[in-house]
């Protein structure tokens, strides 16, 4: 099973479909929020995995948004 080795989220990113480089611009580094809830418009998320020689190519995998027991996909 492929192991987590980065996740950022940013305001934005970028996939060049030809040379396959991933521009993530914005990165949300702290979140200190002036009162609750706190609303975050727009977030988008990236994630680097690292898989051993053993594992599958390909994977599939559920990715959950939750804001305390509400859970958005």
């Known amino acids: 099973m492929p192991n987590p080795i980065l ?6 990113i970028v996939h060049d ?8 611009y914005n990165i949300i580094e702290e ?6 809830p706190l609303i975050i418009q727009e977030v988008h998320v990236a994630v680097m995995w690292r898989r051993s020689e053993n594992d599958d190519k390909r994977f599939i995998f559920d990715f959950e948004i939750a804001n305390n027991t509400h859970k958005n996909l």
């Open 7 to 12: 996740c950022l989220a940013a305001k934005g």
């Open 17 to 24: 479909i030809q040379t396959g480089a991933l521009s993530v």
């Open 31 to 36: 979140i200190i929020p002036q009162s609750l």
